[in-house]
């Protein structure tokens, strides 16, 4: 299974970005697909995630200010940032478990990180 996330950049606090994150390869099915963020010197946090079902977890950090979804038929999620912070500067990576086949287990897999700044 392979990740492909692009989106990100840099912006003005207050300011919005999206990112977006696309899963390729051997799947038979995906259940979480969500977002991780670290920044420097820092651990790395989740950030938000998905279930399958639709059920959604928000880092208390980014709660009413970011907005996950998934497209299910593109296997594909995205993070909508608004009203970004200078704390939300970060690499964000894309994660997803999967499983490959039928009776297989579900497997996490990591994106390559896209980086996000908001300016001082």
């Known amino acids: 299974v392979q990740l492909q996330a692009s989106g990100g950049g840099s912006v003005q606090p207050g300011g919005s970005l999206g990112l977006s994150c696309t899963a390729s390869?051997?799947?038979?099915?995906?259940?979480?697909m969500g977002w991780c963020r670290q920044a420097p010197g820092k651990q790395r946090e989740m950030v938000a995630y998905?279930?399958?079902?639709?059920?959604?977890f928000y880092a208390p950090s980014v709660e009413g200010r970011f907005t996950i979804s998934r497209d299910s038929t593109k296997n594909t999620t995205y993070l909508q940032m608004n009203s970004l912070r200078p704390e939300d500067t970060a690499v964000y990576l894309c994660?997803?478990?999967?499983?490959?086949?039928?009776?297989?287990?579900?497997?996490?897999?990591w994106g390559q990180g896209t980086l996000v700044t908001v300016l001082q």
């Open positions: 998905m279930r399958s079902g639709g059920n959604t």
């Open positions: 390869g051997s799947i038979f099915s995906i259940n979480v």
């Open positions: 994660t997803v478990d999967a499983k490959e086949d039928y009776g297989r287990s579900n497997v996490r897999y």
